[in-house]
């Protein structure tokens, strides 16, 4: 496994969610953790709101340049190429979403490459109109490839309805997942939830990654 993880996905597939925690589970492994948000599109749901929780827990937060201001255009800062580069780190990545937002990934991709490469796993919430149907998922998917300029390597099942997730929709999920993961000769690499959702839904394919946004008032499913 690359130790550069980015996370895309369409709009509304929890990525910045999934971006954070997964940046907390690696930093129990790994004493440099870095989260890198290169998610230029969206101004309200991103990695810039909540640096001083994620600093505190011990994580180095790169964030574009007015990334607190929602009124003004977010640009990348000089930082992120460094970070990318230093092999010591674990870097995980938010990306903007859908092809508009993974372009930025395309235009780092010598930054990326000289730092040993990245996975790119995209998140899939089939309860979202984009990514409805394997068809239209795969869709997605192939404009995320061509604007970072690399192939998908693992889908995430982060099938939800926000605060009224049952079980049924993250199990509901894994047969997504699992299409979506067939169409692109990948694996299925984890499935995300709250702890009783997961709990309630006994085996299910990839990785647990409980998520915790009750413990984080302000953080939102972007």
């Known amino acids: 496994m690359k130790r550069i993880v980015l996370f895309t996905g369409a709009f509304g597939s929890g990525k910045t ?3 954070m925690q997964y940046a907390l589970v690696q930093k129990q492994t790994h004493e440099q953790t870095v989260l890198v948000d ?3 599109i969206n101004p309200y749901f991103n990695v810039a709101a909540h640096t001083q929780a994620l600093n505190a827990a ?3 937060t790169v964030v574009p340049h007015n990334a607190h201001n929602a009124a003004e255009i977010r640009t990348l800062t000089g ?3 460094a970070v990318f580069r230093n092999r010591a780190a674990f870097c995980v990545t938010d990306l903007g979403g859908e092809s508009a937002g993974a372009a930025v990934a395309g235009s780092l991709k010598n930054a990326i490459e000289d730092g040993g490469g990245a996975e790119l796993w995209f998140c899939l919430n089939p309860f979202r109109p984009q990514t409805a149907t394997t068809e239209d998922a795969l869709a997605v998917v192939r ?3 061509a604007a970072t300029r690399r192939q998908i390597t693992g889908i995430v099942n982060n099938a939800n309805m926000a605060f009224e997730t049952a079980p049924e929709h993250l199990m509901a999920g894994e047969e997504a997942a699992l299409a979506l993961a067939k169409a692109c000769c990948v694996p299925l690499v984890m499935h995300a939830g709250m702890q009783e959702i997961i709990a309630a839904c006994g085996p299910l394919s990839g990785t647990p990654l409980v998520l915790t ?3 984080h008032p302000a953080w939102q499913w972007s």
């Open 213 to 215: 946004p009750a413990n």
């Open 143 to 145: 404009e995320v490839e």
């Open 17 to 19: 969610e999934i971006a």
């Open 79 to 81: 930082r992120i190429g």
């Open 58 to 60: 011990g994580i180095e």
């Open 38 to 40: 290169l998610d230029l």
